[in-house]
Structures are given as C-alpha cells and as structure tokens.
C-alpha cells in the first residue's frame, strides 16, 4: 500500500526557512516522478514542484523558482522541499504526490505552512 507522510511544516517570519520531508512507503522511490502541490485557502492547487527521471531533472513553478529546491534521498525513500527565503503567499498546505500527479489519491495528507510576522 502507498503511503506520503509529510512533516516539517510550521509557522515562520517572511524571508525564513523550512525543510519539509515526504517519507514514502509501498514503492521504491528510484527514479519514479514525485512532487509537491499546495493548496491555501480558497485558492486553487499549485503545483509547485516535481522531480522525474535518472538524471533527477528538478521542475519548478515560476512563483518559487530561485527560492525552494526539491530532492529525494532514494536509500531512505524520501523527498524534501527546501523552501528559503518564504514570503506571505507561500502559506499553505503543501502536499507530496507521487508521479506529480494532481489525483489526490496519490497525495498524503498534508502539512501547513504559514508565513507570518
């Protein structure tokens, strides 16, 4: 069974940092697509990154280029989103997807981010 457990969301001041982490289970992650979407409220899902093939070619949405970078430790079966220098706009829940796939079936559940001062 696939399972995304995301963490490492949180609340920080405009121009911080956070780390999130997806831990994957029921596949090997290997070269398999995986990304991030993210939802605030009342908007529509972005999708802000996604990671695919051998070379781990990185893609990432206009809004967060320059400031996160997406990767994936293949022997621990994870995937991280490192988010730097936050902004307001960035406040919400980030969600990990395998195949970037907008089905939120293939999404787990979610962690909250909130840029605030």
């Known amino acids: 069974q696939v399972q995304l457990v995301e963490s490492g969301g949180g609340l920080v001041q405009p121009g911080g940092s956070l780390r999130l982490s997806c831990a994957v289970s029921?596949?090997?992650?290997?070269?398999?697509?995986i990304g991030w979407f993210r939802q605030a409220p009342g908007k529509e899902v972005e999708g802000v990154s996604c990671?695919?093939?051998?070379?781990?070619?990185?893609h990432y949405a206009d809004s967060v280029k320059g400031r996160f970078t997406i990767s994936r430790d293949k022997d621990k079966n994870m995937v991280y989103l490192q988010m730097n220098s936050l902004k307001p706009e960035d406040s919400a829940v980030y969600f990990c997807?395998?195949?970037?796939?907008?089905?939120?079936?293939?999404w787990g559940q979610g962690t909250q981010v909130t840029v605030s001062s």
């Open positions: 997807s395998v195949d970037c796939s907008t089905n939120k079936d293939y």
């Open positions: 990671i695919t093939g051998s070379d781990d070619g990185a």
């Open positions: 029921g596949f090997r992650l290997d070269y398999r697509p």
